[in-house]
């Protein structure tokens, strides 16, 4: 079958890397793709938030299954212009509707179906400009550190943790003014839990689901989990503070909960959930959902998932998961994330990459990258993600982080102790 995936970062990646190692794949396009997608199918050019551009390319190709990969068209109601479309509504599309990827479109949404359905969650209010004088009467008594959220999607920028009761009302009253326009619209103002991080993933059709490999991710730019936030640093899967009683307290009290929910509020659901947990003590708590696959999760969760992609897609596309055994390696992933000179601020573009051929014992998936007559190029803040699958987790960390210094780009750097925190 003719497949086409959304998106272009090293999730995007990891995901084309999979499907290509299918026999049910006849050919993979991905759009708009990154320097390094093309070895696994054909990039297009075209913008997945351009339903229209989508649309043509699926028609032209007799494209049979569609993947979205970010959040963005998901959000916009890509699956819907699908199902809205008589000469698209037969065509699968993993990645749920825009009433489910409001899950992440809306945090104040996510709070109440969390409160809702009796999912564990920091306590939390929300505010908007007509009542902004209650929100800063209330903040002037919460407990400190306080956590604002920008509502909407803000490119992973929305979230503040501040220490002092002036500096939040500020800050209520700069998000509430536009400091993050339309997504700050509404703020949450929330409970800040003290913990240690955790993602976990599962894939649902809407009556069953399939858990995924969990893992972790190193958010800071700086060694030592210092400095700035990033998009993601790097992960490593399986995490070894989850234990197999943690995680099926996450099964119980979050994943049945949320996809009973969902159904409950009759919200047909296709696609990933990726649950933003944090274990307080020996308890979980959801910080936020996503409609999709975590970056840089992927790229250590996807190496370890030993069950044919493309298969477990069609199996959710036609709700057919509850007959499916996932098959997980026992291996150790870790992933280290090489970034751009500036990165998170402002960063340099077209560096000329040399050293790839010269990786070991990893996986090179590319994720701001070009490719320039054959010449592979940085093109985004995070460029590389070097993923290693090995028997320990020792061994996987010590394997990633070797093959990322054996790569070269002017400005390149990367984390040397990510997960190392974990031994």
Known sequence: MNILLLGSGGRESALAWKMSQSPLKTQLFIAPGNGGTAAYGKNINLNPNNFQAVKDLVLKENIELVVVGPEEPL???????????????????????????????????????????GIPTAASRSFTKENLEEGLTYLQNH??????????????????????????????????????GEAGTTVVVEEFLSGIELSVFVLTDGENYVILPEAKDYKRIGQGDTGLNTGGMGSVSPVPFATKAF?????????????????????????????????????????EYNCRMGDPETESVIPRIENDLVELFLATAGKKLKAVKMNISPKHAATVMIVAGGYPGD?????????????????????????????????????LAISSLQD??????????????RIYFDGKYFREDIGFDLM
Do not use: C, W
């Open 75 to 117: 959000v916009k109601g890509i699956h819907d212009f699908f199902l809205e479309d008589p000469d698209l509504a037969a065509i699968p599309v993993i990645g749920p509707k825009k009433e489910g990827a409001i899950l992440e479109g809306s945090k104040d949404f996510s709070k109440q179906f969390m409160q809702r359905h």
């Open 143 to 180: 407990a400190l550190p306080i956590v604002l959220k920008a509502d909407g999607l803000a490119a992973g920028k929305g979230v503040l943790i501040l220490e002092n009761h002036d500096e939040a009302q500020q800050e209520l009253k700069l998000m509430l003014s536009g400091k993050f």
């Open 247 to 287: 995680l099926d307290e996450v099964e119980k009290d979050i994943i049945v909960p949320t996809v009973q929910g969902l159904k409950k509020d009759n919200i047909d659901y296709t696609g990933f959930i990726f649950f933003g947990l944090i274990k307080v003590g020996e308890k979980p708590f959801v910080i």
């Open 347 to 383: 960063y340099e573009k077209g560096k000329t990459i040399t050293g790839l051929e010269n990786i070991r014992r990893s996986t090179a998936f590319h994720a701001g990258t070009i490719a320039e007559n054959s010449v592979i190029k940085s093109n985004g803040g995070r460029v």
């Open 392 to 405: 320990s987790q020792f061994e996987a960390l010590q394997s990633a982080t070797a093959d990322a210094a």
